[in-house]
């Protein structure tokens, strides 16, 4: 039974203390919300859990055709109608499919910043704590005070509050417009696979097309390696050419320095005859 002094906790810790993607999700809820603490969002959770352990019980249940398991599954569903969770005509499969953001949308400190009376989260909470909210004709200062259907309706400052004045400077303005706390639908997995495969096609042809362009220039640099190496076929035939006239030139210019030689050859012979004589 426990001590009456001390209540029992009204939510579950999470298993592992560090799982690097919960504690992103909740820190996100925590700005998103104004939140004190992780407590509250467990709190949701272990609600949702209730919730969610319920309806399977009662899905197992109702394919038997008991009257009670009717019963009771009329019961959860009226429940969570009444708190504005689930539309009417609802079935025990839309329980399945609720999340924590489903529950955290109904507290007291979400619907005042919805409807107005505050310019932020944080100081909607503020308010409520400080006790400046009413709820019909009572004074609520539970931030996370899940508000009913009829309820929501009847949210208002105390009569006795000041921030009744227009003029007070916490009260927001009146061209203020608070912004719809909106939750992040996750697309299902078949849409993720469409998407992502027109991706890999996309890389599959970059990829492709990167390939053929290494190619083209790899054969580019071959291409220019060889006329660097190779000269021209027309400088080298040019060059032929001209050793050849220079050959053919230089063969003339020798038999003339040959016959020139062999006059000056006889021309010394006189000459010594001439003077022996």
């Given at each position: 039974m426990g001590k009456p002094k001390f209540s029992r906790k009204k939510y579950e810790t999470p298993s592992h203390p560090w799982q690097e993607d919960r504690i992103k999700e909740e820190n996100e809820l925590i700005k998103k919300y104004g939140l004190k603490n992780k407590r509250e969002i467990w709190k949701a959770q272990t609600r949702l859990k209730k919730y969610r352990s319920q309806a399977r019980e009662l899905l197992a249940k109702v394919e038997t055709g008991e009257a009670q398991s009717k019963k009771e599954s009329d019961q959860l569903l009226k429940h969570l109608s009444r708190i504005n969770i689930l539309p009417l005509n609802s079935t025990l499969d839309d329980v399945l499919a609720l999340d924590t953001e489903s529950i955290l949308s109904r507290r007291l400190q979400t619907?005042?910043?919805?409807?107005?009376?505050?310019?932020?989260?944080?100081?909607?909470?503020?308010?409520?704590?400080?006790?400046?909210?009413?709820?019909?004709?009572?004074?609520?200062?539970?931030?996370?005070?899940?508000?009913?259907?009829d309820?929501?309706?009847?949210?208002?400052?105390?009569?006795?509050?000041?921030?009744?004045?227009?003029?007070?400077?916490?009260?927001?303005?009146?061209?203020?417009?608070?912004?719809?706390?909106?939750?992040?639908?996750?697309?299902?997995?078949e849409e993720k696979k469409t998407d992502e495969e027109p991706k890999a096609e996309s890389t599959k042809e970059e990829k492709t097309e990167k390939k053929q362009d290494e190619t083209d220039e790899k054969i580019t640099q071959k291409e220019e390696t060889e006329n660097i190496e190779k000269p021209d076929e027309r400088k080298t035939e040019t060059k032929k050419e001209e050793t050849e006239e220079k050959k053919t030139d230089e063969e003339p210019k020798t038999q003339d320095t040959k016959e020139e030689k062999t006059e000056e050859v006889k021309t010394e012979e006189k000459e010594n005859k001439d003077g022996g004589n």
């Open positions: 619907l005042t910043y919805l409807k107005g009376f505050a310019s932020t989260p944080t100081q909607a909470r503020q308010l409520i704590s400080h006790g400046h909210v009413a709820v019909g004709e009572k004074r609520v200062n539970v931030p996370g005070y899940i508000v009913t259907k309820e929501e309706s009847e949210i208002s400052y105390m009569p006795d509050s000041p921030l009744n004045d227009t003029m007070h400077p916490a009260r927001p303005k009146s061209d203020f417009k608070s912004v719809p706390i909106k939750k992040d639908t996750a697309k299902p997995t």
